[in-house]
Structures are given as C-alpha cells and as structure tokens.
C-alpha cells in the first residue's frame, strides 16, 4: 500500500479484527453498530499507524469501511445490486475464503482478520495470519465434515452472490490440483519435518508439558466442549508424533468432505434459501 504522509487527504490503510483491540484505534463500522459482529469484537486501525491517527484519519478510515459494508449488506443485493464490488477485490476474497476454510480457521471474522485497501485499488482481504487454532487444534471441536466459515462475517453475505459462490468452487477445484493437493501438502509437511530437525527435540525440551492436558488451561488444550474435562488423553495428542498425525487426520478428513460438497455452496447464493421467492 501507499505510503501516509502526515495532512494526505486520501490515504491508503490497513484494519484488523479483534477480541482485544486498542480503544485508541478502534472504529466504529457498520457491522459493529449493527451488531453484526460478534460480541465484544472490534475493527481497529493497523495503519496508519497509532502516532498518525488524528481526528481526519479515523474518520476517512471508519467512513469508507462503513460505505462499502452498507453496500454490502444492502436489502437490495437480493435483487441483484452489485455495487458492493466496485469496492471489494473479490477475488482476494475467494482466496481468502479458501485457505480459511480448508485450514479450520476458526478465527476468521472473529479475530486476527486483516483487510487492508490502498489508494489506487479495492479493499482486499489479507494478509492471512494467525494459524495456531488450525487444522481443529481449538479447546472446542471443529467439525471436519461441513464448513466452518460459509456463514461467517461478511461470507455470509458474499455467499448470497452467484459470481463471488462460483468463483470459489472454481478456484477450489484448481487449487486443489496444485498447492492444495493431498501430495503437496503431505510433502511438505515432511520437508518441514526434516527441515526442523533437532529443533523438535529442544522445544519440547522446554514446553513437553503442554501435551499433558491437566496442566494447561481449558483454553489450552482440546476437549469434547469448553470447560469439560471428560475425555481428554482422546483428544489431546501426547507428544510430536501424535500431534503431527491429528493435524495431517484434520486436513485430509476436511479436504476430502469439502471435494464431496464445494458445490453445495450454491445454496446460499438460492433466493429460496433466504425467503419465500420462487425459483425460476
């Protein structure tokens, strides 16, 4: 993105989504006045950074945000209004989309979630981050058949819309060929394995104990739901080994249950799923 030169009237930016933001660069968007965000979740301002955040700033940030959500969630998108994507890079958001998805992100819309948009383009999804509670290594369980995110956030919206819907399966089933393939994954998984080396070793030096489940937190450590302690050696892996093969269960399990039903996404974008209308 642009650079922000201090008095620029038009200036690029970048927000996030937290839990846990800085009340000093929050914003006050349309998901959050429309309680269409999750509860005590915020939108705040990344960059500019805090120094720079004047009165102008947060302003021009929080009023373009709320303009392109408006759009977004407008009643007459179901009649087939567009203008929401004269200010979103929806392929960014395919693509975003996908990799949140096929990797169990549970966080998405929810926290470590990056938008930013530059001058001279759209507003665009990413970068991705934050990708310590894939592949169902949450303290509640991530179903590995059915999808984590088609209603999440703005998906929910962005579902509705035949264009934004097809391009997913499309670039699902392409990604899939290549990057995203059972091979290329499995690969390199054991090329980072090998890369790692002794590294494994000293760290589990230094934190083996998280694998004992009783002496972590709740939020440390997986189970049949929050707070329960019944089961917990099933879901809990209890040294390297273990964990790298409920990762590798995870993703392979949710790949091959998305292969099965990418298309039924096609739902969402159904007039009849929403309401009473008849389908032509």
């Given at each position: 993105i642009s650079e922000y030169e201090e008095g620029d009237m038009v200036m690029s930016y970048m927000i996030r989504i937290e839990p846990h933001t800085d009340p000093e660069r929050q914003i006050e968007n349309f998901s959050f006045y429309t309680y269409r965000m999750e509860e005590q979740r915020n939108a705040e301002i990344i960059y500019p950074g805090r120094n720079l955040q004047n009165d102008y700033v947060k302003a021009y940030v929080q009023t373009d945000l709320n303009e392109i959500e408006r759009k977004l969630y407008a009643?007459?998108?179901?009649?087939?209004?567009h203008a929401w994507k004269e200010e979103i890079d929806l392929d960014s958001f395919v693509n975003y989309y996908i990799l949140e998805e096929f990797f169990g992100i549970s966080d998405t819309f929810s926290a470590s979630t990056y938008f930013y948009?530059?001058?001279?383009?759209?507003?665009?999804?990413g970068p991705v981050w934050?990708?310590?509670?894939?592949?169902?290594?949450?303290?509640?369980p991530v179903e590995e058949k059915g999808f984590v995110l088609a209603q999440r956030g703005w998906f929910g919206q962005m579902m509705r819309d035949k264009e934004f819907t097809e391009?997913?399966?499309?670039?699902?089933r392409s990604l899939r060929k290549g990057v995203l393939s059972d091979e290329a994954l499995l690969?390199?998984?054991?090329?980072?394995?090998?890369?790692?080396?002794?590294?494994?070793?000293?760290?589990?030096?230094?934190?083996?104990?998280?694998?004992?489940?009783?002496?972590?937190?709740?939020?440390?450590?997986?189970s049949e739901k929050e707070g329960s302690n019944e089961n917990l050696e099933r879901y809990n892996p209890g040294n390297y080994?273990?964990?790298?093969?409920?990762?590798?269960?995870?993703?392979?399990?949710h790949a091959h249950w998305l292969d099965e039903n990418?298309?039924?996404l096609r739902q969402y974008c159904h007039p009849s799923r929403y309401n009473a209308q008849t389908i032509e």
């Amino acid at each position: 993105i642009s650079e922000y030169e201090e008095g620029d009237m038009v200036m690029s930016y970048m927000i996030r989504i937290e839990p846990h933001t800085d009340p000093e660069r929050q914003i006050e968007n349309f998901s959050f006045y429309t309680y269409r965000m999750e509860e005590q979740r915020n939108a705040e301002i990344i960059y500019p950074g805090r120094n720079l955040q004047n009165d102008y700033v947060k302003a021009y940030v929080q009023t373009d945000l709320n303009e392109i959500e408006r759009k977004l969630y407008a009643a007459e998108k179901a009649d087939g209004s567009h203008a929401w994507k004269e200010e979103i890079d929806l392929d960014s958001f395919v693509n975003y989309y996908i990799l949140e998805e096929f990797f169990g992100i549970s966080d998405t819309f929810s926290a470590s979630t990056y938008f930013y948009r530059d001058t001279r383009g759209k507003l665009t999804a990413g970068p991705v981050w934050d990708f310590n509670n894939a592949f169902d290594n949450f303290f509640q369980p991530v179903e590995e058949k059915g999808f984590v995110l088609a209603q999440r956030g703005w998906f929910g919206q962005m579902m509705r819309d035949k264009e934004f819907t097809e391009k997913v399966i499309s670039r699902y089933r392409s990604l899939r060929k290549g990057v995203l393939s059972d091979e290329a994954l499995l690969q390199f998984i054991d090329e980072t394995v090998e890369y790692l080396g002794t590294a494994i070793d000293r760290n589990y030096e230094v934190w083996g104990y998280s694998f004992d489940p009783y002496s972590v937190s709740a939020r440390e450590r997986r189970s049949e739901k929050e707070g329960s302690n019944e089961n917990l050696e099933r879901y809990n892996p209890g040294n390297y080994e273990e964990a790298l093969e409920q990762l590798k269960d995870y993703m392979l399990g949710h790949a091959h249950w998305l292969d099965e039903n990418i298309e039924t996404l096609r739902q969402y974008c159904h007039p009849s799923r929403y309401n009473a209308q008849t389908i032509e």
